[in-house]
Nanobody, 115 residues
């Protein structure tokens, strides 16, 4: 069983930056796919950024050029660097990691962008 804990959320002004972290309780060396999702109030959860280990990354059109997903396998941590934030980025952000044994979710971290 792997536990994922997100951190780094908070209140930021429009145009600012935040870096979210997702720390895994165990090794992520065997992870195959990692992603960050978000869910705004009254909306469905959506994929923000995805990373295929040893492969490519993909981003939602709304965050392309502003957000970057990365991982540090040694630290068992997945990151989401978010720049040029705007109020539409306000949401709870969730980390998701796929292993051969299954899929795991964190409990989320709230990002609030003020105008």
């Amino acid at each position: 069983q792997v536990q994922l804990v997100e951190s780094g959320g908070g209140l930021v002004q429009a145009g600012g930056s935040l870096r979210l972290s997702c720390a895994a309780s165990g090794s992520i060396f065997r992870a195959t796919v990692m992603g960050w999702y978000r869910q705004a109030a009254g909306k469905q959860r959506e994929l923000v950024a995805g990373l295929v280990v040893g492969g490519s990354t993909n981003y939602a059109d709304s965050v392309k050029g502003r957000f970057t997903i990365s991982r540090d396998a040694v630290k068992s941590t997945v990151y989401l660097q978010m720049n040029s934030l705007n109020p539409e980025d306000t949401a709870v952000y969730y980390c998701n990691v796929h292993f051969p044994s299954g899929e795991y979710w964190g409990k989320g971290t709230l990002v609030t962008v003020s105008s």
